[in-house]
């Protein structure tokens, strides 16, 4: 080990803990219905995957999935090595996987500051430490959620996700909503996450050009399947495959 040994992190410093996802033949679905199948996704520690597709192509039911809310039919999902429980929400938790849902999920009576308390995890940052990265909310701590804009909710949710440290992060359609400058800011702090914290993050989004730019590798999920990946500038550059795997055509051999 070289003199000056590893990086001492100081313990207010939000999230960590570098870990990997990997999803192997998972298929899953709602009640009887079979959404996804066979799917295999690969998340390397400090990295992000845009994961695109039409509309009931699956991308919420995979994240709801990978997060231990929906039970996995078959197949298995491992942070760092280890397989999680399936369908168990509390040990995905535990192991570090963060959903950030499509709907925020914020109490809305409650003020930014309080959304965040009851987030934290004990030993793991302050509420006020997550004002160095999200400033906006530290004009806005006392306020309720319901009184913020759509963006200052969508940080909220990004922020109370960061306060538990994730390993894993899944966010569902950030962008839903939003003017495109204020999901550029959003997914410059999705960047930094991935990229500070070293979490592993799952970025599902309709807006396909904005996703692309943040994210290192993509997937284009349709029916079910995946029938597109690669890295997320190649796919940038192609629109033809892109609108292709969209129409739901598999990629050619
Ligand atoms: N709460 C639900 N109950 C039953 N089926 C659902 C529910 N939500 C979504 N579905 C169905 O699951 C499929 C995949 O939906 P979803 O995962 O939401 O797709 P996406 O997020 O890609 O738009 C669709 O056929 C949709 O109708
Ligand atoms: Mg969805």
Known sequence: MSERGPVVEAPSEPGRARARLECRGCTGGRGSTVVFRDLDLDVRAGTVVALLGPNGAGKSTLLLTLAGLLPARAGE???????????????????????????RSLFMTLTVEENLEVARRRGGPAARDLVDIFPALGQRWRISAGALSGGEQQMLALARALIQQPKVLLVDEMSMGLAPLIVETLFDTVRRIARDHGAAIVLVEQHVKLALGVADEAAVLNRGAIVL???????????????????????PA
Not at 234 to 251: K, M
């Open 229 to 251: 990946r690669g890295a997320a500038d190649e796919l940038r550059d192609d629109s033809t495959q892109l609108e292709r795997a969209y129409l739901g055509e598999p990629e």
């Open 77 to 103: 999902v491992r942070v760092d090595g280890v397989a999680l429980r399936p369908g168990n929400a509390v040990a995905a938790s535990h192991a570090g996987v963060v959903l950030v849902p499509d709907d």
